[in-house]
């Protein structure tokens, strides 16, 4: 019930596509849902999140599409980059028992943009 | 905004030592850090998270012996790797938040390499 599922595991994408990274749950108690960036030798870099009363959240070339109801959610990357290219990890915050919140991480999707 | 340092980067020590991480938020007061470990090519485990004048909430499985973590002011937590083995060696990331709503997200650090000889 604490897992968050992300998939691919691996993603390769020609320059100028668009790269999309699903991930599911099953916690209803999950109340918001970030993305990251990590790059090798980097500490992760929050991209875009979105809140469950949200279907959608655009910055940039960045999109998270969400749906409630069947506890998923994506990450579209428009217009995909070389530069894009890093290890993508979906995330859902929840609160624990000890009045603390904390983060259930997906495995990650290791996307790679081909120029 | 909501820069965390971490420091050092990279250290190398011979094994039984004990290696102290630094984590500091530079513009913003972190009520709550977290320390994850990341093995290569796999997602973030978290180990422990702290809040600000309190003892540290372990995850299962980690023991608290092993990795001491002091969260004595807003701006710095330290992780202490007790007596470190080659089993050790790891990734080992924090990151901070605020106190706030739900959509305060966590930022993180740049990360420490730490291997053991």
């Known amino acids: 019930q604490q897992q968050v599922k992300q998939s691919p595991q691996s993603l390769i994408v020609q320059k100028g596509g668009i790269s999309i990274i699903n991930c599911a749950y099953e916690n209803t108690a999950f109340d918001y849902f970030p993305w990251y960036q990590q790059f090798p030798g980097k500490g992760p870099a929050l991209l875009i999140a979105i809140r469950p009363d949200v279907s959608e959240k655009k910055e940039g070339r960045f999109t998270i599409s969400f749906n409630k109801s069947a506890k998923q959610f994506s990450l579209h990357i428009m217009d995909s980059q070389p530069g894009d290219s890093a290890t993508y990890f979906c995330a859902a915050s929840i609160q624990n028992a000890g009045n603390n919140r904390k983060l259930i991480w997906g495995l990650g999707t290791s996307l790679a943009v081909n120029p | 905004g909501a820069v965390v340092s971490q420091h050092p980067s990279w250290v190398i020590c011979k094994s039984g030592t004990s290696v102290k991480i630094e984590c500091r938020s530079l513009d913003f007061q972190a009520t709550t850090m977290f320390w994850y470990r990341q093995f290569p090519k796999q997602s973030l485990m978290l180990m422990a998270t702290?809040?600000?004048?309190?003892?540290?909430?372990?995850e299962q499985g980690v023991e608290k012996d092993k990795f001491l973590i002091n969260h004595a002011s807003l701006t710095l937590s330290t992780l202490t790797v007790t007596s470190a083995h080659p089993e050790d060696s790891s990734f080992y990331i924090c990151?901070?938040?605020?106190?706030?709503?739900?959509?305060?997200?966590?930022?993180f650090g740049d990360g420490t390499r730490l291997s053991i000889l």
């Open positions: 990151s901070a938040r605020t106190l706030g709503a739900q959509g305060q997200p966590q930022h």
């Open positions: 702290s809040n600000e004048g309190s003892k540290a909430t372990y």
